[in-house]
């Protein structure tokens, strides 16, 4: 647990800054509301998660040597400022390109709170708990994630505005910079020579962190996937209006949000093996469901199964390849980050099939790939407890 010189008061700002990282999935409802908006096809709407995933492929890498230099919790406030622009652009001007902005800075803020956030917990919070609490951070996340589609819905009503939902955000980014501002966190000193690009992509020549890599991948594309495809899934086969439809993703992410809480006890007392297995079986038994169902309610039960699924394959890969690698921790984290990249790559590919197909069944069979990288993965994920 938390260490005895950072005491349990450290981890409230960081489990605020986990709160704020949780915007990264407003993306999917906002979209919803943009292509709306716009009235965009799907092609051109599924660009503006990608402009937010684009950034991990370019700053993550960067990011890790950066914490090098300035350190892990002067990265996290810099991304909050980031974080703050992004949430503040659209409630002073609403338009195609701003909101292209917007989604952009809240991708490159996010690249530096995702890349740094971990590590720095990994400082006050003992190894082999840090599966445990690093899930514990990964429900806050989701309750950011979760409570965004409800959030917008509500403001659309209330105020007749789904941007609101921006403003409510950029508050609690506020707070959480405050708390962490303030607070003293001791980080390991970096030795030795400083890691230059070709040492960083170097680490991608270890097999397992490569294996881990294109897992972070997967679990982020189905992620943003299934974020952006699932309301269009219950308009196209249940005839929900839009602000029913929304609703679709935040089954996805209340069920998210479950397994992380389940997966933070889980993880402190059982194989990560075996619970990775039960996560990955969910996942491709929800896009079978996706593939074949029809109606309302096996609908929602298909998305309540791959959140459930999907809500412990990031802190336990990520875990095992901090672990593995325990002397390139920033480095290691760079790249793993880099492998959100994924929720540039599903969205294009997603939006290109569906609309070749004229069906979003398209798009869920693009999501399938990574469901069976992921049932493939399992022989790689080491059974002892993370």
């Not at 991708?107 to 530096?112: D, E, F």
């Not at 506020?174 to 400083?194: D, P």
Request: with cysteine; glycine share 8%.
């Amino acid at each position: 647990m938390p260490d005895k010189k950072n005491g349990y008061w450290v981890l409230v700002p960081i489990m605020l800054s986990f709160f704020a990282m949780g915007f990264v999935d407003a993306v999917g409802v906002a979209t919803h509301y943009v292509k709306a908006d716009f009235n965009l096809s799907d092609s051109v709407a599924n660009l503006f998660p990608s402009m937010v995933f684009f950034w991990f492929l370019v700053c993550s890498v960067p990011t890790g040597m950066l914490m090098n230099k300035i350190g892990r919790r002067k990265t996290v406030l810099a991304s909050l400022i980031v974080t703050a622009v992004a949430l503040a652009l659209p409630l002073v001007d609403y338009s195609f390109g701003v909101m292209m902005t917007s989604f952009a800075l809240l991708g490159i803020g996010n690249t530096l709170m995702q890349v740094s956030l971990n590590p720095l917990l990994s400082n006050v919070v003992a190894g082999e708990k840090l599966a445990s609490v690093m899930t514990f951070g990964q429900f806050i996340k989701a309750i950011a994630s979760f409570s965004a589609p409800l959030l917008a819905g509500w403001a659309a009503l209330r105020f007749g505005s789904w941007k609101y939902l921006y403003l409510m955000f950029l508050a609690e980014a506020a707070v959480a910079f405050l708390f962490l501002a303030r607070e003293k966190i001791k980080e390991e000193e970096v030795t030795g020579k400083a890691s230059s690009f070709a040492d960083c992509f170097r680490l991608l020549g270890d097999g397992f962190i490569f294996f881990c890599f294109l897992g972070i991948v997967c679990h982020v594309g189905v992620d943003v996937g299934v974020n952006v495809t699932a309301p269009r899934l219950l308009m196209d086969r249940a005839g929900a209006d839009l602000t029913q439809a929304g609703y679709a993703s935040s089954v996805y992410f209340l069920f998210r949000t479950l397994g992380c809480f389940l997966g933070a006890f889980v993880l402190a007392r059982c194989s990560a093996k075996k619970f990775f297995m039960l996560s990955a079986g969910c996942i491709a038994l929800s896009m079978a469901g996706m593939v074949f169902l029809q109606g309302a309610w096996p609908l929602y039960a298909c998305m309540a199964l791959v959140g459930f699924g999907n809500s412990n394959i990031f802190p336990i890969i990520f875990s095992q390849a901090i672990l593995h690698n325990p002397q390139k921790k920033n480095e290691v984290s760079g790249l793993m980050i880099m492998g959100l990249f994924g929720g540039t790559l599903f969205p294009l590919a997603m939006g290109l099939t569906a609309d070749a197909v004229h069906s979003q069944t398209g798009a869920v069979l693009v999501m399938s790939l990574g469901a069976l990288y992921l049932l493939w993965m399992i022989k790689n994920i080491r059974a002892q407890a993370a």
